[in-house]
């Protein structure tokens, strides 16, 4: 059976330049970057040059950046290293109600466990944050704000120069997860108002278990991860070489595409959700049309179940999502599409296309051709069929 992959927000392939560049690092240049001797020092050097290279494409500087683990680390590591560096100075955090769980969980747990206040910004049903919601909530004790720029669920893209501009204005940090934006919209800190921001290579076709933090010069972050004096004493732990290499070579084959790879996946996105709306009654599409990422397009199929149409398409050969790749397994509605008001039949209904560098029309219309007939089965098994041709 042809196998369809329309699930990139979750993770991507691995770009074979990148797996090229990482080779060398798994094999003969395996050493250990803080070891002195010639093989330690091939890997510094691969290191400190993936570094560089990394800083050129973010607009930043090199001693700027911290690796990391991922995406999750990043992000825990943004709001706990700012909370606890900033504990005497304040103690409440902003962040949106459709953040990515490695900032909801670590903001909670700030709540729940360091005597935090924390403040949830609402979105519409676009699911956008409006920027006026951050001014209104940032108090005289908020040390960090921390909204995302592009959303993984629904693909909106947040208005991180307004945020930003508001939290430069009244003296606060801000943190933004760019871990879906990046690689998809330009992404730039010498462009954009942030302080601390998030990246992660597999979103972007690089390696599994790398990922990135930037901080601002001067912002004060305290480690979360002890025991040794790597990444300038910020993040402890021997480097992941080959990962890094990875990382960056992926960064650099697929950031001079991002234009016309935004207009080819707009436009292949758009082709799906016509497709879909002609042949699928009652589907409703979910988040803003225009303000979003081109690869992603969220729908709800009010009468079937997240899961029995993620099932049924897997057994079409068609790999997809039903929200966020860490919900799944547990039955919870997104809290992405709760936040936005869906109710419950369209938040336990919804699917999530996310379209990457080898989708093709083809693709798109066999999701077309095979939803109608798994929807109309799913309908009448669920006797929801009846329910919904009444409403
Ligand atoms: N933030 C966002 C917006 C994401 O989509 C993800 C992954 O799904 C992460 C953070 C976590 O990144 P990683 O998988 O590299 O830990």
Redesign the pocket.
């Known amino acids: 059976m042809r196998r369809i992959y329309l699930d990139h927000?979750?993770?991507t392939p691995l770009h074979p330049e990148a797996l090229k560049a990482m080779l060398p690092f798994l094999q003969d240049s395996y050493g250990n970057a803080s070891s002195i001797h010639f093989l330690g020092r091939e890997a510094r050097a691969a290191l400190d040059d993936a570094r560089e290279r990394l800083a050129k494409l973010l607009g930043a500087k090199a001693g700027e950046i911290v690796f990391t683990?991922?995406?999750?680390?990043?992000?825990n590591h943004a709001i706990f290293g700012v909370a606890r560096a900033l504990a005497d100075k304040g103690k409440h955090i902003v962040t949106s109600s459709i953040?990515?769980h490695?900032?909801v969980h670590s903001c909670e747990h700030l709540k729940e466990h360091e005597g935090c206040a924390l403040t949830l910004l609402p979105v519409g049903r676009d699911g956008i944050v409006d920027p006026e919601s951050v001014r209104a909530a940032i108090r005289d004790d908020t040390v960090l704000v921390s909204v995302?720029w592009?959303?993984?669920e629904i693909g909106t893209l947040q208005p991180i120069r307004e945020i930003g501009a508001i939290c430069r204005e009244r003296g606060v940090l801000f943190h933004t997860?760019a871990?879906?934006a990046f690689g998809k919209v330009p992404v730039s800190v010498s462009d954009v108002p942030v302080d601390l921001l998030?990246i992660?290579?597999?979103?972007i076709y690089g390696p599994?278990?790398?990922?990135a933090l930037w901080m601002r010069p001067r912002v004060k972050v305290e480690p979360i991860v002890f025991g040794g004096s790597h990444e300038s004493e910020r993040r402890a732990g021997t480097e992941n070489v080959a990962g890094i290499v990875g990382f960056v070579r992926a960064a650099e084959m697929i950031l001079p595409r991002m234009q016309s790879e935004d207009r080819r996946l707009r436009d292949l996105t758009e082709r799906l959700w016509r497709g879909l709306q002609q042949r699928v009654e009652g589907i409703v599409r979910n988040g803003d049309p225009q303000r979003r990422v081109a690869n992603t397009l969220n729908v709800s199929v009010p009468g079937c179940a997240s899961d029995s149409l993620l099932i049924s398409l897997d057994l079409e050969g068609i790999g997809v999502s039903s929200g966020?790749?860490?919900a799944v397994g547990s039955l919870k509605p997104s809290h992405v599409l709760q936040a936005m008001g869906l109710s419950n039949d369209l938040a336990n209904s919804a699917l999530r296309f996310s379209l990457g560098a080898a989708t093709t029309e083809t693709d798109v219309d066999a999701v077309i051709e095979v939803m109608p007939a798994i929807v109309s089965r799913l309908r009448s098994f669920q006797g929801a069929g009846k329910a919904f041709a009444r409403k």
């Open positions: 927000n979750a993770t683990s991922g995406g999750t680390e990043a992000d953040e990515h490695a900032v995302m592009a959303n993984n997860d871990v879906q998030s992660s290579a597999h979103k599994k278990g790398t990922g966020s790749a860490c």
